[in-house]
């Protein structure tokens, strides 16, 4: 089975920037879409960014203009490039891919991010 393993997270201060990383193992057919999740302390997962096999992209409200999703051309890679950080950022942020005509679901292991002075 495909893995997908996440890199990046980390403590940065407020105003800083960190780009996280999502790499499979392997190929994964008939993708849907790309997203980044994230899962603060007491709080549900929510999505934060997502990329659809043609290139569309939305984010939440609360990140709009700070970080930016991406992948590669060969779509085994994709990233969340996230300037401006606020410490209301900090959660454990999970890579998602979302692949096949019952749209299933896979997911990293999740990488922390704190943003903390």
């Known amino acids: 089975q495909v893995q997908l393993v996440e890199s990046g997270g980390g403590l940065v201060q407020p105003g800083g920037s960190l780009r996280l990383s999502c790499v499979a193992s392997g190929t994964i057919p008939g993708i849907n879409h790309w997203g980044w999740y994230r899962q603060a302390p007491g709080k549900q997962r929510e999505l934060v960014a997502s990329?659809?096999?043609?290139?569309?992209?939305s984010y939440v409200d609360s990140v709009k203009g700070r970080f930016t999703i991406s992948r590669e051309v060969f779509k085994t890679t994709w990233y969340l490039q996230m300037n401006s950080l606020e410490p209301e950022d900090t959660a454990v942020y999970y890579c998602?891919?979302?692949?096949?005509?019952?749209?299933?679901?896979?997911w990293g292991q999740g990488t922390q991010v704190t943003v903390s002075s």
């Open positions: 990329i659809t096999r043609g290139g569309n992209t």
């Open positions: 998602n891919v979302n692949w096949g005509t019952r749209r299933i679901d896979q």
